[in-house]
Antibody
Framework: QVQLKESGPGLVQPSQTLSLTCTVS????????VSWIRQPPGKGLEWMGV???????DYNSAIKSRLSISRDTSKSQVFLKMNSLQTEDTAMYFC???????WGQGVMVTVSS | DVVMTQTPPSLSVAIGQSVSISCKSS???????????LHWLLQSPGRSPKRLIY???NLGSGVPDRFSGTGSQKDFTLKISRVEAEDLGVYYC?????????FGSGTKLEIK
């Protein structure tokens, strides 16, 4: 059974850095990609970036300068780091495996002082 | 970026009725390998999205065959036959043919 679970702080101060972890089970990171997608409250889905099975990464150009995705295959974890957070970054953050095949439950991140 | 336009933005249907949701893309979604990477997702209230259909017409694991997807190039449709109460939520189309992946704005299905 494939499971993805996001974890991280629920509250981040403006201008600070967000760090999230996606812990994956039942899905090999060396054979599958993992994407990060976010959803502001009451709004639609925005693809943020992906780490491919070979470890390469691609990012949404709108946030590329602030975003970094990495992984630890030994722990089956994927990491998201995004700096210079602003209130508009308040959203539910999801990780998804295998090209949207599997989704985590999401973690709500609020950017506020 | 490829723009995905979904219609209608919302609809209300009675149990047992059938509904269709349209998704149109600003570019053809046929990839160089000949496949079309258009997918349908359902986000039930308070839940994360779940993939229903991949590559236009292939049902995801455990998805009832009341759901079907059709279309080609730039024009796609999701049909739900015999709507059930559990089908309520927001339906999204998504494309992964072109970089970056993009989503439609969603269609909210309510049960009368």
């Amino acid at each position: 059974q494939v499971q993805l679970k996001e974890s991280g702080p629920g509250l981040v101060q403006p201008s600070q850095t967000l760090s999230l972890t996606c812990t994956v089970s039942g899905l090999s990171l060396t054979s599958n990609s993992v994407s990060w997608i976010r959803q502001p409250p009451g709004k639609g889905l925005e693809w943020m970036g992906v780490i491919w099975s070979n470890g390469g990464t691609d990012y949404n150009s709108a946030i590329k300068s602030r975003l970094s995705i990495s992984r630890d295959t030994s722990k089956s974890q994927v990491f998201l780091k995004m700096n210079s957070l602003q209130t508009e970054d308040t959203a539910m953050y999801f990780c998804a495996g295998g090209g949207f095949d599997y989704w985590g439950q999401g973690v709500m991140v609020t950017v506020s002082s | 970026d490829v723009v995905m336009t979904q219609t209608p933005p919302s609809l209300s249907v009675a149990i047992g009725q059938s509904v269709s949701i349209s998704c149109k893309s600003s570019q053809s979604l046929v990839y160089s390998d000949g496949k079309t990477y258009l997918h349908w997702l359902l986000q039930s209230p308070g839940r994360s999205p779940k993939r229903l259909i991949y590559q236009v017409s292939n049902l995801g694991s455990g998805v009832p065959d009341r759901f079907s997807g059709t279309g080609s190039q730039k024009d796609f449709t999701l049909k739900i036959s015999r709507v059930e109460a559990e089908d309520l939520g927001v339906y999204y189309c998504a494309q992964t043919t072109h970089f970056p992946p993009t989503f439609g704005s969603g269609t909210k299905l309510e049960i009368k």
